[in-house]
């Protein structure tokens, strides 16, 4: 996007200028990302329980510095396994954001007409809509019963929660909760 009046475009990476109330919004979105990233990298630098010492440092700041930029330089030292942690949540995060389910109009139609009333059993499933059934099945392969700890824990119903966490992992059903 280009605007003419002020003399300069809003491009991916933009020269960000003074009194322009655009390139002032997008320096102050910018300029909290770099606080709170160097906040959060900070606070994992003084988790050091074997006081190693620091051999990595970090450095954070705006692309393209100017001199009204420097207070929003950071820079961060922190051991090798630190700089792992920060690695292991990036790779984290990642592949969470991955395995994220598609959109509801991504996923496949489902001919409810092909199964008859009453007939939603496993085994109907999978004769009339095996990709379905192979989804389900995926879907809760990949549940982590130890995911559901803190729930069961918690729950106001601790009775209840044990017997469904029980269930869950057993693999036994026997129609009550």
């Keep these: 996007m280009r605007n003419s009046d002020a003399g300069h475009s809003h491009g991916p990476t933009p020269h960000l200028v003074t009194g322009c109330p655009l390139c002032d919004h997008q320096r102050t979105v910018r300029n909290q990302a770099i606080h709170h990233l160097a906040e959060a990298i900070h606070l994992l630098s003084l ?29 961060v030292d922190l051991t090798a396994k630190q700089a792992q942690t ?5 790779d984290s995060v990642n592949a969470y954001a991955g ?12 001919n409810r007409e092909a199964i008859g009333t009453g007939e939603w ?13 192979a989804d389900v099945i995926d879907m809760f392969d ?31 059903w026997d129609g009550e909760l």
């Design 86 to 90: 920060v690695a292991d949540a990036v």
């Design 121 to 133: 059993s496993a085994a109907a499933v999978a004769q009339n809509d095996p990709d379905l059934y």
């Design 99 to 110: 395995s994220q389910p598609p959109p509801v109009d991504a996923l496949p139609a489902v």
């Design 47 to 75: 988790i050091n329980p074997t006081q190693a010492a620091p051999t990595i440092r970090l450095n954070l700041a705006p692309i393209g510095l100017t001199g009204d930029d420097t207070p929003n330089c950071h820079s």
């Design 142 to 172: 990949a549940v982590d019963p130890q995911s559901y700890l803190d729930d069961v824990l918690t729950s106001r119903e601790p009775e209840a929660a044990a017997a469904a966490y029980e269930q869950l992992v057993t693999g036994e």
